[in-house]
T-cell receptor, first 111, second 115 residues
Framework: LAKTTQPISMDSYEGQEVNITCSHNNIATNDYITWYQQFPSQGPRFIIQGYKTKVTNEVASLFIPADRKSSTLSLPRVSLSDTAVYYCLVVGTGTASKLTFGTGTRLQVTL | DAGVTQSPTHLIKTRGQQVTLRCSPKSGHDTVSWYQQALGQGPQFIFQYYEEEERQRGNFPDRFSGHQFPNYSSELNVNALLLGDSALYLC??????????????FGQGTRLTVV
């Protein structure tokens, strides 16, 4: 499985756009890039998934360059409730249920 | 749709005891995975059940065992508890048998404290 590297922590003010970059140099052809969000004492929650280029949903956008060796999760106009740990994962087709989490990025949003 | 439900939410056990945690998957899901999350760490994969059999296993000792029932619900058993087993235990369900990746849904977890 491809190893991911992401910043340990980030700080932001409410209303700003937050971009969290993840490095996954050894990503395989059939791997998907997936992001989860976790609040304290809760299970992780799926945010977004992509294979290449750009994916957008009601929560976030995911930017993936052509070489797919990195990806950027973009959270528009964050609020205090976006304070959480964000995990970047690389998941291969057929191994969907086995997720390899790193330590994630702890995002702190303040007023 | 109730999503993934886990019980109990909190549990305190003594070293050497045994514990059983339970998980009901999201409706329509057939695969259950268990994760252990220590404080400040990301979840670590314990094992996965599909069609009532353990299909994948992470780097956990045999003290950790599980079961999946015909209704897809699952149990995680831990024998001879150690202080280091104190953690948040998460259950995730998903749907296999598809060519494309399907997201995993996590429960709220069971907080196990070993004293």
């Amino acid at each position: 499985l491809a190893k991911t590297t992401q910043p340990i922590s980030m700080d932001s003010y409410e209303g700003q756009e937050v971009n969290i970059t993840c490095s996954h140099n050894n990503i395989a052809t059939n791997d998907y890039i997936t992001w989860y969000q976790q609040f304290p004492s809760q299970g992780p929650r799926f945010i977004i998934q992509g294979y290449k280029t750009k994916v957008t949903n009601e929560v976030a956008s995911l930017f993936i360059p052509a070489d797919r060796k990195s990806s950027t999760l973009s959270l528009p106009r964050v609020s205090l409730s976006d304070t959480a740990v964000y995990y970047c994962l690389v998941v291969g087709t057929g191994t969907a249920s086995k997720l390899t989490f790193g330590t994630g990025t702890r995002l702190q949003v303040t007023l | 749709d109730a999503g993934v439900t886990q019980s109990p939410t909190h549990l305190i056990k003594t070293r050497g005891q045994q514990v059983t945690l339970r998980c009901s998957p999201k409706s329509g899901h057939d695969t259950v995975s268990w994760y252990q999350q220590a404080l400040g760490q990301g979840p670590q994969f314990i094992f996965q059940y599909y069609e009532e059999e353990e299909r994948q296993r992470g780097n956990f000792p045999d003290r950790f065992s599980g079961h999946q029932f015909p209704n897809y619900s699952s149990e995680l058993n831990v024998n001879a508890l150690l202080l280091g087993d104190s953690a948040l235990y998460l259950c995730a369900s998903s749907l296999e048998g598809q060519t494309a990746y399907t997201e995993a849904f996590f429960g709220q977890g069971t907080r196990l404290t070993v004293v």
